[in-house]
């Protein structure tokens, strides 16, 4: 496992691109084909799921580019600007399509020109209240659009929050760890040092019976030779 401080940013990047690849694929064909509409609307729908994915790929990367050291962040925080630029744009291209499929669907519907009379030569249905429908329709979708944008920002907040508690829980719980092990190196060297002592100990006791011994044996020779004479 790669522990450099830069791998997961590596990882968020290199799943970034895939989703933007993905994206650009649909986009540019299935999305963008003059096919069946619901087949159109099907493939904005992924492509809308795949940007809130690219999104929260983009929110993890300003999160890791935190831990990544200062001389290596200004070329992560240029890749995480370009990262921003290409999320915008394809946001962006998906809005312009959706807008234009709402649009065919409005005018191929059927039934909105309606039957001229006398007092509408031109049908019930006017290129006004066709264009007022259109634009109903569009301000709808967007409205859409920012809801789900908001609550992909709500989210994207909680999930950083998330992750800076268990940032700080990482670091206290490894905090604890070097505390517990500098705790463990203090006692191996009490214990290193007590058994010093007693072995200490134990030679004195050695040489203290041993002079014992030799000044009781210098007394009883010298009694010997005291006695004798």
Known sequence: MDNSPTALFDSYESDFKQIIHSIRDKLEGDAKDAGQGEQRKAALRRVEMELDEADEMVSQMEIEIQGIPQSLRPSYQSRVKASKADLTRYKK?????????SRAEL??????RG???SDEPYGATSDRTRLLAGTELLEDGSRRLLDSQRIALETEEQGADILRS??????????ARDTLQRADTSIDR?????????RRMYQQRVVTAAI?????????VILYFKLVR
């Open 93 to 101: 291209l998906s809005k312009d399509i959706y807008a234009q499929l």
């Open 107 to 112: 005018l191929a519907r059927p039934g909105t």
């Open 115 to 117: 039957t001229p009379t």
């Open 166 to 175: 268990l940032r700080g829980q990482r670091e206290q719980i490894q905090n």
């Open 212 to 220: 014992i011994v030799i000044l009781v044996l210098l007394i009883l």
């Open 190 to 198: 009490a214990s290193g040092t007590l058994k010093k002592m007693i």
